[in-house]
């Protein structure tokens, strides 16, 4: 349920994000002042309407949840020392993740603008910052919402795998969730890469700027998705302190990269991409490293790299050709869209034919036994094979 409220709460935030900033300029124009605040309020309803669908939720099922404590009989209540003992325990750390997040978007905001008035006016200065802030960080986070829950859910599921000491439950458990999640990252990054100048012409019809910072930044994020799953992972098998300590090293990268860079003038704004992106390779290469020396993974390169990437290049090439074919009979806006549905279709069926999923993984999806039977009747899998 939490993991449902954390990816409601990121969908809420991009897409009031893009409507909010869009009603400033609009109404005020490029003012980067009250886009930034735009975007600020955007995100503080996110949390008021993540926080309204828990409250609800409980309300509803507030009278099954009183039951399920009756009839169980091995519910104990605890002191309530006891509970704010482990809720600190465990929430500290993970609000220093959070924190070292937030800290990240800090950095820009200090460094960017002084970075750029080097070499720019103030007025440049702040519109490119802007760019990378309103409009930029807002695309780059959407695949972080769908890729949250997964993350999420790791940290309650591995918790109970090990209580139970189920290792291969564990093992399994973590493996598939890295491999979702690397099908999640990797269209993300290069959709976002191919298709930048027409997804902000898109989405920001009236500030057209920042196709190449987007390019750049978008980079990041097959690596911070994969960070944000593997520190789930750490965080259910109690290394809650790994995830914050990583961050940490990273947040210090990008501070570093940032004040040397963004000066350079053929570099500039993208300085702050190019720090993003080794803060984000930092945190999940050191946080992968501990994964590994706890549990040992079955990660085969072919299944979770090659096949991935194939499936990938598949929806790229084909989508970005249907796309260069509609540009000059269909407006740019239609085109796009069918351009990206197509995407998502051509690279569902990529993953189904180069089978990426066991039987047993994909039975871990939502309705996943309906999807193993439909398949079976389409002779895509032997019964035996899937």
């Given at each position: 349920?939490?993991?449902?409220?954390?990816?409601?709460?990121?969908?809420?935030?991009?897409?009031?994000?893009?409507?909010?900033?869009?009603?400033?300029?609009?109404?005020?124009?490029?003012?980067?002042?009250?886009?930034?605040?735009?975007?600020?309020?955007?995100?503080?309803?996110?949390?008021?309407?993540?926080?309204?669908?828990?409250?609800?939720?409980?309300?509803?099922?507030?009278?099954?949840?009183?039951?399920?404590?009756?009839?169980?009989?091995?519910?104990?209540?605890?002191?309530?020392?006891?509970?704010?003992?482990?809720?600190?325990?465990?929430?500290?750390?993970?609000?220093?993740?959070?924190?070292?997040?937030?800290?990240?978007?800090?950095?820009?905001?200090?460094?960017?603008?002084?970075?750029?008035?080097?070499?720019?006016?103030?007025?440049?200065?702040?519109?490119?910052?802007?760019?990378?802030?309103?409009?930029?960080?807002?695309?780059?986070?959407?695949?972080?919402?769908?890729?949250?829950?997964?993350?999420?859910?790791?940290?309650?599921?591995?918790?109970?795998?090990?209580?139970?000491?189920?290792?291969?439950?564990?093992?399994?458990?973590?493996?598939?969730?890295?491999?979702?999640?690397?099908?999640?990252?990797?269209?993300?990054?290069?959709?976002?890469?191919?298709?930048?100048?027409?997804?902000?012409?898109?989405?920001?019809?009236?500030?057209?700027?920042?196709?190449?910072?987007?390019?750049?930044?978008?980079?990041?994020?097959?690596?911070?998705?994969?960070?944000?799953?593997?520190?789930?992972?750490?965080?259910?098998?109690?290394?809650?302190?790994?995830?914050?300590?990583?961050?940490?090293?990273?947040?210090?990268?990008?501070?570093?990269?940032?004040?040397?860079?963004?000066?350079?003038?053929?570099?500039?704004?993208?300085?702050?991409?190019?720090?993003?992106?080794?803060?984000?390779?930092?945190?999940?290469?050191?946080?992968?490293?501990?994964?590994?020396?706890?549990?040992?993974?079955?990660?085969?390169?072919?299944?979770?790299?090659?096949?991935?990437?194939?499936?990938?290049?598949?929806?790229?090439?084909?989508?970005?050709?249907?796309?260069?074919?509609?540009?000059?009979?269909?407006?740019?806006?239609?085109?796009?869209?069918?351009?990206?549905?197509?995407?998502?279709?051509?690279?569902?069926?990529?993953?189904?034919?180069?089978?990426?999923?066991?039987?047993?993984?994909?039975q871990m999806i939502p309705y996943g036994t309906k999807l193993c039977k439909f398949l079976e009747r389409l002779g895509i899998y032997a019964k035996e094979e899937?």
């Open positions: 349920m939490t993991a449902k409220a954390q990816t409601l709460e990121q969908i809420f935030k991009t897409a009031l994000t893009v409507l909010v900033v869009e009603i400033v300029v609009l109404m005020y124009g490029t003012n980067v002042t009250i886009m930034a605040a735009g975007a600020n309020l955007a995100t503080t309803l996110s949390v008021i309407l993540s926080f309204g669908y828990l409250a609800l939720y409980y309300r509803i099922y507030k009278k099954n949840i009183e039951n399920e404590k009756q009839t169980d009989t091995t519910y104990k209540p605890e002191k309530i020392t006891n509970v704010v003992k482990n809720i600190l325990f465990v929430s500290i750390p993970i609000t220093l993740s959070a924190i070292m997040s937030t800290l990240n978007k800090n950095i820009d905001s200090i460094t960017v603008v002084r970075g750029l008035k080097t070499f720019l006016s103030e007025s440049q200065a702040k519109l490119q910052y802007g760019i990378l802030s309103g409009k930029v960080d807002t695309l780059i986070t959407l695949p972080l919402s769908f890729n949250i829950a997964f993350a999420t859910a790791l940290v309650p599921t591995i918790s109970a795998a090990i209580a139970k000491k189920e290792t291969k439950t564990v093992q399994k458990r973590i493996s598939f969730s890295l491999l979702v999640t690397m099908i999640i990252g990797l269209p993300c990054t290069f959709g976002m890469i191919i298709f930048a100048q027409p997804i902000i012409n898109l989405i920001f019809p009236n500030a057209t700027s920042g196709a190449l910072l987007l390019q750049i930044s978008s980079l990041t994020i097959i690596f911070s998705v994969l960070a944000q799953t593997v520190n789930g992972a750490l965080q259910g098998l109690g290394k809650i302190m790994i995830p914050a300590i990583s961050s940490f090293i990273g947040l210090i990268a990008k501070l570093i990269l940032n004040i040397i860079l963004i000066k350079i003038p053929w570099i500039g704004v993208n300085g702050a991409a190019i720090g993003s992106i080794i803060n984000n390779i930092l945190v999940f290469a050191i946080s992968y490293y501990i994964l590994t020396k706890a549990v040992k993974l079955d990660m085969k390169f072919s299944k979770f790299v090659l096949k991935p990437i194939l499936a990938t290049f598949i929806m790229s090439a084909c989508s970005y050709w249907l796309y260069l074919m509609l540009l000059g009979l269909l407006p740019e806006k239609i085109v796009t869209i069918i351009a990206i549905i197509v995407a998502v279709i051509l690279y569902a069926i990529s993953v189904i034919v180069l089978k990426i999923f066991t039987r047993e993984e994909l899937i």
